[in-house]
């Protein structure tokens, strides 16, 4: 079981105000904080970051969405991070995401959908990588 994994707090989540309780129900699960960044995805980088999809009908949508506002994007620890976090977030539809899970209660569709959480130690190394200089990750 890994111990990193990589998650963004995408822009629907920061316009609607949701930061801060994001943040919280992260520590309140036991994950710290090794890196963390304000940042903007330009549409570039965003087509980058989500090459894997690049063959599916919602590329496109993905794309444009999480280049069009500021995220948070952050490396967290926990003893198996990636399987804790994914629970922790729930299901990437909102509507099928286990109530108190923070897609349940944040999210707005299957698109808008708050978070995002690595689906693999392989993919977190990778897209923290993609945010983060090594140095910047304190762990
Ligand atoms: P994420 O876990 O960040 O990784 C891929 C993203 O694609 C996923 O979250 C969703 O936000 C998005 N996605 C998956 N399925 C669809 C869909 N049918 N329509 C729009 N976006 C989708």
């Known amino acids: 079981a890994g111990k ?3 998650t963004m707090i995408k822009p629907d989540a920061v316009k609607n105000g949701h930061i801060g309780a994001i943040l919280a ?16 995805l330009s549409a570039e980088k965003a087509g980058e970051f989500y090459e894997v999809h690049k063959e599916r009908p919602f590329y496109g949508e993905l794309v444009d969405f999480m280049s069009s506002g500021p995220i948070v ?3 967290l620890e926990k003893e198996n991070a990636v399987e ?3 629970k922790l977030i729930g299901a990437t539809n909102p509507a099928e995401a286990e109530e108190g899970t923070i897609r349940a209660k944040f999210a707005t569709s299957i698109g808008e959908n708050a978070v ?3 689906d ?3 993919n977190a190394e ?9 140095t910047e990750i304190y762990r």
Not at 25 to 40: E, P, R, S, V, W
Not at 126 to 134: D, K, L
């Open 4 to 6: 990193i994994t990589f």
């Open 25 to 40: 129900d992260i520590n309140q699960a036991g994950f710290k904080i090794l890196a963390m960044k304000y940042t903007k």
């Open 73 to 75: 994007a952050a490396v």
């Open 84 to 86: 804790d976090f994914r």
């Open 116 to 118: 995002h959480g690595a």
């Open 120 to 122: 693999s130690d392989d």
């Open 126 to 134: 990778r897209e923290a990588s993609f945010h983060f200089a090594q």
